[in-house]
């Protein structure tokens, strides 16, 4: 494993759309290892895209306490309400932003091993979930942000 350098703030490779990934193998595996070692080294990071390492691959990594996810080519299939939500980003640091996002989601994705997961999430997590998959396609934080909050 090994610790990947995070993307910040106006790095061309934050703001384009990530190619599926095509096999599920070793290779992705060990991506997604430096992902999730790059996020649990970071101060309060909760997920990671592989875009904001510079890898244009649909990946994301995803941890809020209850064990880490590992998803690949995940879309969203599913959503209901409303949340404001209270948002930072790892390559917006030092910036808290206020954003709606749905208060319900639901996933699709294959895991580490190319099983087929659908996943549902609620409150934090689905603010999670979004944030990602909104990286996957080349939005962030900022394309978001109602408005910019002190903290």
């Known amino acids: ?6 993307r910040l703030f106006d790095d061309r ?4 759309p990530c190619r599926p990934v095509e096999a599920v193998d070793d290779r992705v595996r060990a991506l997604l290892r430096d992902m999730a070692e790059t996020m ?29 996810l590992q998803l690949v080519n995940p879309r ?6 409303e949340q404001l ?3 930072g980003c790892l390559s917006f640091p030092g910036r808290w932003a206020s954003t709606v996002r749905p208060f319900w989601v639901s996933v699709q994705a ?6 087929e997961l659908l996943l549902e999430g609620e409150g934090e997590l689905a ?4 944030h990602e998959l909104d990286h996957l396609d080349g939005i962030s934080l900022p394309d978001r942000a109602l408005e910019w909050i002190e903290v």
């Open 1 to 6: 494993m090994a610790l990947r350098e995070l």
């Open 76 to 81: 969203l299939v599913g959503a209901s309400g």
């Open 110 to 115: 294959l895991d580490e091993w190319g099983n």
């Open 40 to 68: 649990y080294h970071t101060q309060n990071g909760a997920g990671l895209a592989a875009c904001q390492i510079g890898v244009l691959r649909r990946l994301v990594v995803i941890d809020l306490g209850e064990g880490l």
């Open 127 to 130: 603010k999670c979930f979004c």
């Open 85 to 87: 939500c209270l948002e």
């Open 13 to 16: 490779a934050l703001h384009l």
